[in-house]
Structures are given as structure tokens and as C-alpha cells.
């Protein structure tokens, strides 16, 4: 089993950024494709990045490219989402997730965090 926590979600203003992180714990991470999906009020759950293993390929929904930045230290067990001009239209619970064979948008993730909040006042 994997236990994924988020953390680094909060409040800013249009423009402004946050990094999320999420730690492992239970295995190591190295073997896994990992991504950050998110869910706004009333729509369906998003795939916004995945990564590969070894951090050498990222994919990313077109909304957020070249703003969002998915990376990781396998050393750490960890996984970053950096988020860079933000939007109100970002406001959303985001959640890590890992998967051991999917690489790619919109996958189906053996595993989930618990989701932290993200809101992006105008």
C-alpha cells in the first residue's frame, strides 16, 4: 500500500503561485508514475500532469502549460506541483496520485491522496 499526503494548498490572488507537495509512505516511489488530478466545485475530476519514474517525461493538460511545472525527488519520496500565474479558474481541491503502469492524462491511479484545497481569489 501507498499513503499519499498533500500539502502547500491555500489561498492567493490571480497572478500569484504555490507549490504543492506530496509525501509517500509505505513504498518507495521510484517504480511509480505519479500526477496531480483536481476537482472544482461541481465538475468532473481533471487530470492536470503526470510524471514517469525517473522524472524525464511530464505531460500536462493544455490549461496549465507553461504554468504548472510537475517534479519530483525520488530520494525524498516526493512529488512537487509548482503553479505559476495562477487563475480563479485553478480553484479547485488537487490531489496527488500514483499509479504503477499508466503513464498518461487521465489515467486510472492505483492510488490517492486526500485532496488540498486550492483557491484563487480575482
Request: hydrophobic letters at 35%; glycine letters at 10%.
Given at each position: 500500500q501507498v499513503q499519499l499526503v498533500e500539502s502547500g494548498g491555500g489561498?492567493?490572488?490571480?497572478?500569484?503561485?504555490?507549490?504543492?507537495?506530496?509525501?509517500?509512505?509505505?513504498?518507495?516511489?521510484?517504480s511509480y508514475v505519479m500526477g496531480w488530478f483536481r476537482q472544482a466545485p461541481g465538475k468532473e475530476r481533471e487530470s492536470v500532469a503526470v510524471i514517469s519514474p525517473n522524472g524525464g517525461t511530464t505531460l500536462y493538460v493544455d490549461s496549465v502549460k507553461g504554468r504548472f511545472?510537475?517534479?519530483?525527488?525520488?530520494?525524498?519520496?516526493?512529488?512537487?506541483?509548482?503553479?505559476n500565474s495562477l487563475k480563479p479558474e485553478d480553484t479547485a481541491v488537487y490531489y496527488c496520485v500514483a499509479?504503477?503502469?499508466?503513464?498518461?492524462?487521465?489515467?486510472?491511479?492505483?492510488?490517492?491522496?486526500?485532496?488540498?484545497?486550492?483557491t484563487v481569489s480575482s
Open positions: 489561498l492567493v490572488q490571480a497572478g500569484g503561485s504555490l507549490r504543492l507537495s506530496c509525501t509517500a509512505s509505505g513504498r518507495t516511489l521510484s511545472t510537475i517534479s519530483r525527488d525520488n530520494a525524498k519520496n516526493t512529488v512537487y506541483l509548482q503553479m499509479d504503477l503502469f499508466e503513464f498518461r492524462l487521465g489515467m486510472k491511479p492505483d492510488y490517492w491522496g486526500q485532496g488540498t484545497q486550492v
